[in-house]
Structure formats: structure tokens, C-alpha cells
């Protein structure tokens, strides 16, 4: 059973650039999340998913970031403009219904020059 | 208040000895936790939930669950070098929707 995939593994990127991460959840299940992680913050959640139908984006720290989810095997998360303090490691998880555990991609290490 | 809390570290602890990782949660209503351990530069890997009050214990690994404290914690027996990792609590919040992670503690396992 292939795990939750990610794409790119690296990004560098100037300033002012579009940043598209891509994300394949593991087949079958339902929810779909996306953890930004940095030092100082730690693991933060910025938005999840229920079978594609965006549930929670309260953690998306602006108007910049963007996220959706087309179709139950495939996620974007959209940085546009991207700035240096976007630079982090960004995860994505997947998980089935109910109290099952969050399984992680190995994700994005994401730097903004 | 933070939802979930952990101390930072590094605990350092020597090789064969138990190392002890705490928690604490603010919402009363949460019934499933995870630990997850994550190696410097890798995605975070489960290694222990708990859903019940008391202990859970797999292979070094115990878990230790007291709802009426908001409480979780977990020991690792006989520490390897190779235990040295971040540990990372995480609860469930809102129902079984958001699952919001601690800081993290970094443990250190010295020979």
C-alpha cells in the first residue's frame, strides 16, 4: 500500500513566485490535511478536507494561500504570491473516517529566497 | 493556553535508561491521542495512540492515558541512541475532525 505522496520533495523559489505542492492521500481515505512545520511554530494545521469538500481553513495564514482538493486522490496547496517567511517543510496527511491515526507524506521543504 | 502542551527539551537520558514524555491537553472533550516520533528532516511516524484511561504498552513503549488530569504521557524502556528523535503528542479536537500536535520534545539518548 503506497503511502501518502508529495510532490516536490524541494522547492526554491524567488520572491514573488507561484508555488504549487501537490499531494496523493493514501487510497480510501477520507480526510485530507495540510501541516506546515518551522522551528518556531512547530506542526500547524492550515486546512483539511472531508471526502474533497474543504472543512476547516482557519489555519491558512492569508489570502495567498490557497488549497483544493478536485478529486479524492489528488490535493494542491497554492502559494501565490510566495514571500520568504513562507519558506517551511510543508506536510500532507491523510486518514480514514472516524479516530484512525493521520499517516504523513515525506513533504515539501519549501525555500523562498 | 496552548491545546496541547508539551515541554520542549532536550531530555537527555542515558543509553538503557527510561525516558519519560509528557502532556497535556485543554480539551476536555478529546478521547483519542497519538504519540508520533520524527528524526530530524523526515515526516512524522505513529507510534503509539491510546483511547482509554491507563496504560497501553507495545514492545519499549508505554503510553499512559488520565482523562480526569488531561494527561498523556509516554515511556520509553531501555532507551537506544537510536530512540533520539522528536516526540510529538496529538489529540483530537472538535470530534474526530482536527488532530492538533504539540511542540514536540526532543529526546537524546547519549551511549
Known amino acids: 500500500d503506497a503511502g501518502v505522496i508529495q510532490s516536490p520533495r524541494h522547492e526554491v523559489t524567488e520572491m514573488g513566485q507561484e508555488v504549487t505542492l501537490r499531494c496523493k492521500p493514501i487510497s480510501g481515505h477520507d480526510y485530507l490535511f495540510w501541516y506546515r512545520q518551522t522551528m518556531m511554530r512547530g506542526l500547524e494545521l492550515l486546512i483539511y478536507f472531508n471526502n474533497n469538500v474543504p472543512i476547516d481553513d482557519s489555519g491558512m495564514p492569508e489570502d495567498r494561500f490557497s488549497a483544493k482538493m478536485p478529486n479524492a486522490s489528488f490535493s494542491t496547496l497554492k502559494i501565490q504570491p510566495s514571500e520568504p517567511r513562507d519558506s517551511a517543510v510543508y506536510f500532507c496527511a491523510s486518514r480514514r473516517q472516524g479516530d484512525s491515526p493521520l499517516h504523513f507524506g515525506n513533504g515539501t521543504r519549501l525555500t523562498v529566497t | ?111
Request: hydrophobic share 30%.
Open chain 2, 1 to 111: 493556553q496552548k491545546e496541547v502542551e508539551q515541554n520542549s527539551g532536550p531530555l537527555s537520558v542515558p543509553e538503557g535508561a527510561i525516558a519519560s514524555l509528557n502532556c497535556t491537553y485543554s480539551d476536555r472533550g478529546s478521547q483519542s491521542f497519538f504519540w508520533y516520533r520524527q528524526y530530524s528532516g523526515k515526516s512524522p511516524e505513529l507510534i503509539m495512540s491510546i483511547y482509554s484511561n491507563g496504560d497501553k504498552e507495545d514492545g519499549r513503549f508505554t503510553a499512559q492515558l488520565n482523562k480526569a488530569s488531561q494527561y498523556v504521557s509516554l515511556l520509553i524502556r531501555d532507551s537506544q541512541p537510536s530512540d533520539s528523535a522528536t516526540y510529538l503528542c496529538a489529540v483530537f479536537s472538535g470530534g474526530y475532525n482536527k488532530l492538533i500536535f504539540g511542540a514536540g520534545t526532543r529526546l537524546a539518548v547519549h551511549p
